[in-house]
T-cell receptor
Framework: NAGVMQNPRHLVRRRGQEARLRCSPM?????VYWYRQLPEEGLKFMVY????????ESGMPKERFSAEFPKEGPSILRIQQVVRGDSAAYFC????????????FGSGTRLTVV | KQEVTQIPAALSVPEGENLVLNCSFT??????LQWFRQDPGKGLTSLLL?????REQTSGRLNASLDKSSGRSTLYIAASQPGDSATYLC??????????????FGKGITLSVRP
């Protein structure tokens, strides 16, 4: 039973390029969350998705960031025209249907913008 | 707006000591609380999940308690070992926001257990 799979583990992009981060939830989990972790700032919620639906994107920057969770395939967090301030660890978590389940996190993607 | 606080930010103890990590939250309307461990450069590993109706959960040398009315949780680590060195984060899940909802995290406590 594989856990939450994120790839790539490390991603280096030049300023202005696009970054695509992928997340496959645990088997049986239908809810996906993206969090960003900046040094000294802790984990911050970005977006919550179910298949083909964005449920809550209140933590997403208004520009350059988008997320999707298609019917088939992994969830994608896309950052366009990256800037140095986007350098961070991006974590994906999934949870099962229903209210009581805990979250399972992936190992994260560490994005470095040079 | 829910705020989760973990103090102190860092803690250093000698091996073998029993220790308590504290977590406080401002809004007691929570569905559950989860403790995680994060090793440097790694992801989060779930340690314990406490539902709002529960008072505590135990796993091995770890025991987590929850006092929802006072907005507090503690993670007790018995007989600490150098391998326990990591950052410990607590996170709360709110009530009233749908079937699943976002966690609010504290900034974590970085624990160092000295041999």
């Amino acid at each position: 039973n594989a856990g939450v799979m994120q790839n790539p583990r490390h991603l280096v992009r030049r300023r202005g390029q696009e970054a695509r981060l992928r997340c496959s939830p645990m088997k049986g989990h239908s809810h996906v969350y993206w969090y960003r972790q900046l040094p000294e700032e802790g984990l911050k919620f970005m977006v919550y998705l179910q298949k083909e639906n964005i449920i809550d994107e209140s933590g997403m920057p208004k520009e350059r960031f988008s997320a999707e969770f298609p019917k088939e395939g992994p969830s994608i967090l896309r950052i366009q025209q990256v800037v140095r301030g986007d350098s961070a660890a991006y974590f994906c978590a999934s949870s099962p249907p229903g209210q009581g389940g805990g979250y399972t996190f992936g190992s994260g993607t560490r994005l470095t913008v040079v | 707006k829910q705020e989760v606080t973990q103090i102190p930010a860092a803690l250093s103890v000698p091996e073998g000591e029993n220790l308590v990590l504290n977590c406080s939250f401002t809004d007691s309307a929570i569905y559950n609380l989860q403790w995680f461990r994060q090793d440097p450069g790694k992801g989060l590993t779930s340690l314990l999940l406490i539902q709002s109706s529960q008072r505590e959960q135990t796993s091995g040398r770890l025991n987590a308690s929850l006092d929802k009315s006072s907005g507090r949780s503690t993670l007790y680590i018995a007989a600490s070992q150098p391998g326990d060195s990591a950052t410990y984060l607590c996170a709360v899940k709110p009530l009233g926001t749908g079937a699943n909802s976002k966690l609010t995290f504290g900034k974590g406590i970085t624990l160092s257990v000295r041999p």
